[in-house]
């Protein structure tokens, strides 16, 4: 089962355009992590932020957590056709490595 | 060396055979990790070993067998596999066991069909 809910599941804008992505979980976290997937082949990582964070930033990329909301979000600011590929929030379920994926969001970044 | 290496890329095979899928680390993580991924799904979290240990079997069935022969080495034996188990299969490494596991690692994955 997943541990996070992605949304929205599909999001298409144009390039140069900011780009949002919010993933909610379920039980308590120690650090919530997002990957991106390019055409259903290896993962990378992002960006990594601990439960006692609340923002991080890496170039384009910007990561909110709300620990008292159970949410996070991903910000990717200018897209690029590039950026297109689906991103997925990932966080420690039940304690001890239980690293499970979120529903992920698909995002079209159009040229 | 920040790469986990899977073998084979593409595996095609009956529901009588048995083959094994690979991955491979040279970073010196102590945790490595199976994932299932079916077409436009989230990974599956399969297995976890830490320290060449199985942690974590997510009620996997049993025509899936994981073996870690050493700190470097994961692998995946199936067999009679049935073909919905086709899927995309993920092999991933990280540095820290327990709770805070830090960055995970994916390779490429191996792509099984089963006839």
């Known amino acids: 089962s997943q541990q996070g809910e992605e949304d929205p599941q599909a999001l298409s804008i144009q390039e140069g355009e900011n780009a949002t992505m919010n993933c909610s979980y379920k039980?308590?976290?120690?650090?919530l992590q997002w990957y991106r997937q390019n055409s259903g082949r290896g993962l990378v990582h992002l960006i990594l932020?601990?439960?006692?964070?609340r923002e991080k930033h890496s170039g384009r990329l910007r990561v909110t957590l709300d620990t008292s909301k159970k949410s996070s979000s991903l910000l990717i600011t200018a897209s690029r056709a590039a950026d297109t590929a689906s991103y997925f929030c990932?966080?420690?379920?039940?304690?001890?490595?239980?690293?499970?994926f979120g529903t992920g969001t698909k995002l079209q970044v159009i040229p | 060396d920040t790469e986990v290496t899977q073998t084979p890329k593409h595996l095609v095979m009956g529901m009588t055979n048995k083959k094994s899928l690979k991955c491979e680390q040279h970073?010196?993580?102590?945790?490595m990790y199976w994932y299932k991924q079916k077409a436009k799904k989230p990974p599956e979290l399969m297995f976890v070993?830490?320290?060449?240990?199985?942690?974590i079997n997510e009620s996997v069935p049993s025509r899936f067998s994981p073996e870690c022969p050493n700190s470097s080495l994961l692998n995946l034996h199936l067999h009679a596999l049935q073909p919905e188990d086709s899927a995309l299969y993920l092999c991933?490494?990280?540095?820290?066991?327990?709770?805070?596991?830090?960055?995970?690692?994916f390779g490429e994955g191996s792509r099984l069909t089963v006839l």
């Open positions: 990932v966080s420690s379920r039940g304690g001890y490595q239980k690293v499970t």
């Open positions: 039980t308590s976290i120690n650090n």
């Open positions: 991933a490494s990280s540095p820290n066991t327990g709770l805070d596991t830090g960055e995970l690692f």
């Open positions: 932020i601990r439960s006692n964070e």
């Open positions: 070993y830490s320290y060449e240990k199985l942690s």
């Open positions: 970073m010196g993580h102590r945790a």
